[in-house]
């Protein structure tokens, strides 16, 4: 019934007016159907906000502008009452905190069939059947049993898969999952990501996967996004981003890990993430960069294509091979 | 030895209520301890890093080292003298001598206290300075942390995360500690400021000769710090990785699940792992391993005794009936 | 012990004036103004509070009494600013002391909790048992009228409040990581409790205090009527209200200025507790 659609979006821009400061700026990117894509970034890069953005969840005082094109239609342009109906149903998100979505005093599987009541049409005892269907689908053993259970009866993983559940019960195209797994355990991480992965290609169904750690985008995005100060800096197949990454503050991100940099010191960026409000013309991270020059500061600096793909927002990518030596590269070395 | 930790065990206890925590409520039956005969020592000027996710102990024997809690059973020796045995005034004064960094650098500093008042109390409650050398020392401190002097005036919300955890390393070293424990000083922080401060952390333990223990949920990270790591799971320490034993060598079937699972910068490593079986038994068995609900070696011994720490030979050593 | 050796970046309370924001310097001026009224009253009101029969009773306001005058015939301007010392008086003791005991009290019960808790606990329980204007008006009647043995019983009675909500605020407070990080470095109980939970639990309390302030004004005026409290001829607005009330239609005039005066007291006051939140908040962040 639901057609699988590409997510265009197409220059997004969110400003908090009042304070005058543009949190995320001309953001374009495509997820094709069946693609999962990941958006990576630090505190203040904007990434959570382009995600809540698509659906149009925004913080007071928060005005878009920009398209977000899915299904043929301009999502921004939708009435409420239309998005509404989107909500949930076409495009689902997954929280960081599971009790951001589970009500405490509802039974889970109560709060699963609500949302398939509310999307489906479905009468109530078909709902809860599904919704122990996708107790199970999720992961859950002994299903039927736990579904009278309370959220507090679970461990953070289980309440997450359950969260989970209820985002996929009234069968979404489209995921926005904004740090799923990021208040889990080693562990319970993987196999929550696994859990997204594996129904995302059961479904053909894309995914937008936020995180602050390039290491869970690396897991299962096809495709990869890295923000910095509102801005896309950085888009490519996850493969030739981390093989050949192409914007000095990516190769920063990576050598910022210990098991990328082996036994050697840890190369950290300088400085701190930028204030929104107080950014300069041209590149946001160049205060922070060791190949900076005037010309980096001057204009702003557009996307160029460094292979078919693959798009960086760097004036200096020829200088960068220095920058890329110390990396450990992938496969080579430490499973 | 600096700092030796023997057989700390601690159990908390709940008032039976109607909540009993995860698993199935109302149960009732023996509670796992948070902490089982764990032993630890410190040589002056070592490192050892913890690695345990949430549960595992660490943070109780975090705890247990910095004299924040008693352990029910064990002790903590500070050079020879037994911690757990001294009256509440010496007790004070010795803890000076161990330092602790906590997890989340926004609580951990009083929002009422100026930097300077906050670091120079440190100064004046142990009388380590003479008092008109106090803003001297202040501006020393904030210097060897990478803040700058007019950092004195201003209050804790003024400054990011990762500033925030360095005003509270400053302030641990304003003790002249001779151990630093820190908890999980990074998790909190963004990824490219969490490489500052282990830098800085990495840089201080080599200019002024401090011994630490470095807690954290991430074995790299771990490692990139500290070369010997004592791993933990259950309360207990499971296994313990000398200097020269690479990670990937690790015996516990824990530590290999741990390696086999985590987040790493390769594309496509997910699909590439394989059985993960963490959530099987999110409660700990009563009885026997910690970890034999998800362990694929699991046999009848495992239900019964739990596997006590066999050295393998030069400093490796493993909780395990299954490992050689 | 402490460490004013150590300049600041700016003066701290120029800094908290500035955060407070209009409402509070509305309020602090409004305060100033009567506090300043109220101390110059012997100079610069017209006439002797307690001379009576100057005119008429019940003359409405004119040149001679801009207020009017009561049902004796005692100028009501001069008994409303010469009231003013005895009210200011009594919401600043009826407020501080109370403030005192109960925060000290609720502070280490919510600091130790365990048995200093608990004791406390069942005190308060049975002091909130009564009503608070019952057990003032008991214990003044057992040690016998005046203003003295009122803020005795202010005192026995208003403690309890500040103990609650100071404790509530340390229970709370006494699990943050600072706290931790003070005990692991190694500060006694005693500096804890005064140096880095008191200053932090502090504000809840002051912001009631505000309010009590108006409310043991109130007090007075209800002791009043019993004869109980401040004994005449000594003004006090409540008492001015009480004394009045058979002359609300006749002559209004004898109950709205000294209720105007509790009014506008209590006004800026209110200004002043308002924006103390909105100062930490400023100030400290959240």
Known sequence: MARKE???????????????????????????????????????????????????????????????????????????????????????????????????????????????????????????????????????????????????????????????????????????????????????????????????????????????????????????????????????????????????????????????????????????????????????????????????????????EAVRGHWARCIRRDQLDEMRRGLVMVGAAGA | MLLVAEHLTRTYVHRRGWLQGTGAPGARGPVRPALADASLSLERGEAIGVVGESGSGKSTLARCLALLERPDTGRVLLEGVDLTRLGRRELRRSRRRIQVVFQDPYSSLNPRLTVGSALGEVLSVHDLVPRDQIPRRVETLLDQVGLPARAVGRYPSDFSGGQRQRICIARALAANPEVLIADEPVSALDVSIQAQILNLLADLRVRLRLSMIFISHDLYVVRYIAPKIAVMFGGRIVEVLPPGVPLEQARHPYTEALLAARSRLEPGWLARTGQLNAELAAALPATGCPFRARCPHASGVCEEIDPPLRDLGGGHAVACHHVP | MSVSTLAVASPRRLQWIMAGGWSLRVGLVGFALIAVLALLAPWITPYDPTTLGLAEGLQPPSAAHWFGTDQLGRDILTRVLHAARTDLQIGTIGVIIPLIIGAALGLFAGYYTGWPDAILGRIVDVVTAFPFLVLVLAIVAMLGPGLTNFYIAITLVSWVAYARIVRGEALSARGRGYILAARSLGYGDIRIMFRHLLPNVMVPAFVFGMSDFVLDILAGASLGFFGLGVQPPTPEWGVMIAEGRNFIITAPWVVIFPGLAIIVTAFFVSLIGDSASDIVRRVHGS
């Open chain 1, 6 to 304: 590409a997510l265009e979006v197409d220059r997004l821009t969110v400003t908090f007016a009042r304070e005058g400061r543009a949190v995320v700026r001309n953001v374009s990117f495509t997820i094709a159907p069946g693609e999962a894509f990941g958006l990576v970034g630090e505190s203040g890069s904007g990434k959570s906000l382009t995600c809540r953005a698509i659906l149009r969840l925004m913080p007071r005082g928060a005005s878009i502008a920009g398209r977000i094109m899915y299904g043929g239609r301009d999502l921004l342009g939708l009435s409420d009452g239309e998005m509404q109906a989107l909500r949930g149903s076409s495009i689902a998100m997954v929280f960081q905190d599971p009790l951001t979505a589970l009500n405490p005093v509802l039974r889970v599987g109560d709060s699963i069939a609500q949302v398939i009541q509310a999307h489906g049409g479905l009468g109530r005892r078909a709902a809860r059947t599904r919704a122990v269907e996708m107790m199970e689908r999720v992961g859950i053993r002994d299903a039927g049993r736990r579904a009278a259970a309370y959220p507090h009866e679970f461990s953070g993983g289980m309440r997450q898969r359950i969260h989970i559940a209820m985002a996929l019960a009234a069968r979404p195209t489209l995921l926005l999952a904004d740090e799923p797994t990021t208040a889990l355990d080693v562990v319970v991480q993987a196999e929550i990501l696994r859990l997204l992965d594996d129904l995302r290609r059961q479904d053909g169904m894309s995914l937008l996967l936020v995180s602050h750690d390039f290491r869970v985008v690396a897991g299962l995005c096809d495709r990869v996004g890295v923000m910095y100060a509102g801005e896309l800096v950085e888009v490519g197949a996850t493969q030739t981003v981390l093989r050949r990454p192409e914007h000095p503050y990516t190769i920063g991100l990576m050598n910022s890990l210990p098991e990328a940099v082996l036994g050697e010191r840890l190369r950290a960026i300088p400085g701190s993430p930028p204030d929104p409000g107080l950014l300069p013309p041209g590149c946001a991270f160049a205060p922070r960069c060791e190949l900076a020059r005037d010309s980096c500061t001057a204009a702003p600096i557009a996307m160029a």
